[in-house]
Nanobody, 122 residues
């Protein structure tokens, strides 16, 4: 079992930056692929970015490339999503997920956090 707790969400103006974090416990963190997803009301949860267990492989959706960076600190059992040049359309609840392999599919992740709200004002 893996417990995931997100933090760092909030309200920011368009063009600003925010970093969200996800602390994990319950299993060897470096063995887990980690990902961020986001969801807005009435829409499906969508993939944002993933990172492999040792951090050597990352990938993000096209709409955030060049603006968002996923990283992890295995010594702290934490994964981060640095978000720069934020846009109002980035407003969503951001969820952290853990699974056995990197994937952009929700169904490949076994464990989920409760989410943290990110709101970008125009």
């Amino acid at each position: 079992q893996v417990q995931l707790v997100e933090s760092g969400g909030g309200l920011v103006q368009a063009g600003g930056s925010l970093r969200v974090s996800c602390a994990a416990s319950g299993r060897t963190f470096s063995s887990l692929a980690m990902a961020w997803f986001r969801q807005t009301p009435g829409k499906e949860r969508e993939f944002v970015a993933y990172i492999s267990g040792k951090g050597g492989s990352t990938y993000s959706r096209d709409s955030v490339k060049g603006r968002f960076t996923i990283s992890r600190d295995n010594a702290k059992n934490t994964v981060y999503l640095q978000m720069n040049s934020l846009k109002p359309e980035d407003t969503a609840v951001y969820y952290c997920a853990a699974g056995p392999r990197v994937s952009s599919s929700r169904s490949d992740y076994d464990f989920w956090g409760r989410g943290t709200q990110v709101t970008v004002s125009s």
